[in-house]
């Protein structure tokens, strides 16, 4: 216990203050993400109970319309935003306040596209509505400031601010769940409000960091944003073909029942993915560095990993066991199997965004697009192929085959060059940090 002190002591006298504010920042979004998970955990268990398996299907196959509005409306952008703050310090504001209106307008324009298509879709005016309102929601998050904060390294405000925003969504729904007023238009009222509050707050707060005005929006600055993000966008709106796409096929050719249950598994497959990328992001500056291409360093690399995702895998297969069979209604009985082939999906979709960090240190973004292309692809061929027969099962076989198809293609781009790469300068490294897309 004496050696085990002296050695912390010793790391923190030699860690560096960029070393201690990181693993700081690094503390509270992992604490902040996994309250937010466990909120959003609680809230699906009570929506589950009160809305019913067909009106939780319907809400399902709306978070999954909504996903693909934020990610359209953010176009990409945050992960350049990053960038171009940290390496043109003196543009911030301008750089800052045209991203905001950018995503602002996008989402816009795309819950009015929704909304039009909405109207003419045979679907119930309940769901039509709740459509419209996510979509509201969605257009709002799409001007979500994290990465602002991220460029100024302060990580840490937002992840608070998220837990926080979902704590109070929580107490909401339990509240209305009490009071028995809940209902499907109402609990999208509730989703959609949490985060044009949230998105608000964060705003409110990073304008005393950053001058952020209207006044501050440059062309410039657009022409210079989409010259970058929009391949980003592309691989964004790509990858998400496999993993909230399933829920929509689910819907579209077995109905909202057989949705409710895709819906659940989408949830296990997204919480895997989101923690993994944590792990990545965690990853990503070392990778980057003098020993990132070394064979010592990738030894240590695959076991952290190993470990890491591995263990991961068997907490949310423990975690699916537990909820299914103990706490969900008994109507959704068999969310079991598609639940743990969802955590099995998450699990190759980890270990394929592996080696991103390496395509992204050699500025080959374009190859990150092409392995989501194929990855989505497959996943519409095999969805098609298999969701009306097979149902939420058949799908989540899907989303496993599609994302093997993306490690294997991963592979092989890495392969081509990774491993005759030589190590990188400290100041390429940097810029190849900075490049790349979170």
């Known amino acids: 216990m004496a050696r085990l002190r002296n050695l912390v002591g010793y790391a923190r006298g030699q860690a560096t203050p960029a070393a201690r504010r990181a693993a700081w920042n690094l503390a509270w979004m992992l604490g902040g993400t996994a309250l937010s998970q466990l909120c959003l955990l609680a809230v699906v268990l009570v929506l589950t109970g009160v809305l019913g398996r067909e009106q939780f299907g319907i809400f399902s196959t709306a978070l999954a319309i909504q996903t693909y509005i934020v990610l359209f409306g953010s176009a990409g952008m945050p992960a350049v935003v990053v960038r171009e703050m940290v390496q043109r310090p003196a543009d911030r504001a301008a750089i800052a306040s045209t991203f905001l209106a950018i995503a602002l307008s996008l989402g816009l324009v795309s819950a009015a596209a929704i909304a039009l298509v909405v109207a003419f879709l045979g679907i119930s005016p309940e769901e039509k509505l709740l459509l419209g309102i996510l979509s509201l929601g969605a257009a709002a998050a799409c001007a979500n400031p994290v990465a602002l904060f991220d460029a100024l390294h302060r990580q840490a405000l937002p992840a608070i601010a998220m837990a926080l925003a979902d704590l109070v969504l929580l107490a909401c729904v339990l509240a209305g769940w009490h009071w028995g007023v809940l209902s499907l238009v109402r609990v999208g009222v509730l989703f959609s409000a949490k985060w044009v509050l949230l998105v608000l707050l964060l705003v409110a707060v990073v304008r005393r960091l950053v001058p952020v005005s209207p006044r501050q929006v440059r062309l410039s600055e657009v022409c210079q944003l989409w010259r970058s993000s929009w391949s980003i966008l592309l691989a964004s709106l790509l990858a998400m073909v496999p993993i909230a796409g399933g829920t929509l096929f689910v819907r579209w050719f077995r109905g909202p029942a057989e949705a409710a249950i895709m819906g659940l598994a989408t949830q296990v497959l997204q919480a895997y993915v989101m923690l993994a990328a944590l792990a990545h992001r965690l990853m990503r500056p070392h990778v980057a560095g003098v020993h990132g291409f070394q064979r010592s360093f990738m030894l240590k690399l695959a076991a952290f990993y190993a470990t890491f995702l591995s263990s991961l895998y068997v907490g949310a297969l423990v975690v699916v066991e537990l909820l299914v069979r103990c706490f969900l209604p ?102 190849a940090v900075d490049s790349g897309p979170a």
């Open 330 to 431: 008994p109507g959704y009985a068999d969310a079991l199997w598609p639940c743990r082939l969802a955590a099995t999906a998450g699990l190759v979709a980890g270990t394929a965004t592996i080696f991103h960090n390496y395509l992204l240190v050699q500025k080959r973004e374009r190859a990150i697009l092409v392995g989501y292309f194929a990855a989505a692809l497959s996943a519409a061929v095999g969805s098609i192929a298999v969701t009306p027969c097979a149902g939420a099962i058949g799908q989540s076989l899907v989303a496993i085959g599609s994302h093997i198809a993306l490690l294997a293609l991963n592979v092989f781009l890495v392969s081509c060059s990774t491993w005759r790469a030589r190590p990188l300068t400290r100041a390429s490294a940097k810029d």
